[in-house]
């Protein structure tokens, strides 16, 4: 099972990104689907979710700003960003669950199997 993030870099503020996740190994349309991320010196937190049917739940840092997307034919899982904030950047990881997706704030990150290695992503002002 591999998960591998790729779409990071700098942008400015008010700009925007599109994060892509490519999983291989499993299918990844059954699984409970997220974004996490880590800015330096903070814990890593959950910033988006996207569960088998395509529901979604967002972090309130992010929601309005944030959109979570897959495509189940190519297994691939996004994060499109807007808007993008000085306080967005972060290392932002993809991961995948086998348990089904609760709200957001209500999950840990010990509910999510597998990981991916991460992708960078700066915002400047």
């Known amino acids: 099972v591999q998960l591998v993030e790729s779409g990071g870099g700098s942008v400015q503020a008010g700009g925007s990104l599109r994060l892509s996740c490519a999983a291989s190994?499993?299918?990844?349309?059954?699984?409970?689907m997220g974004w996490f991320r880590r800015a330096p010196g903070k814990e890593r937190e959950g910033v988006a979710i996207?569960?088998?049917?395509?529901?979604?739940s967002y972090a309130d840092s992010v929601k309005g700003r944030f959109t979570i997307s897959k495509d189940n034919a190519k297994n691939t899982l996004y994060l499109r960003m807007n808007t993008v904030k000085a306080e967005d950047t972060a290392l932002y990881y993809c991961?995948?669950?086998?348990?089904?997706?609760?709200?957001?704030?209500?999950?840990?990150?010990?509910?999510?199997?597998?990981w991916g290695q991460g992708t960078q992503v700066t915002v400047s002002s």
């Open positions: 991961a995948a669950s086998h348990f089904s997706c609760r709200p957001i704030a209500t999950m840990w990150r010990t509910d999510f199997d597998y």
């Open positions: 190994g499993y299918n990844s349309s059954s699984f409970c």
């Open positions: 996207i569960d088998r049917e395509g529901s979604t």
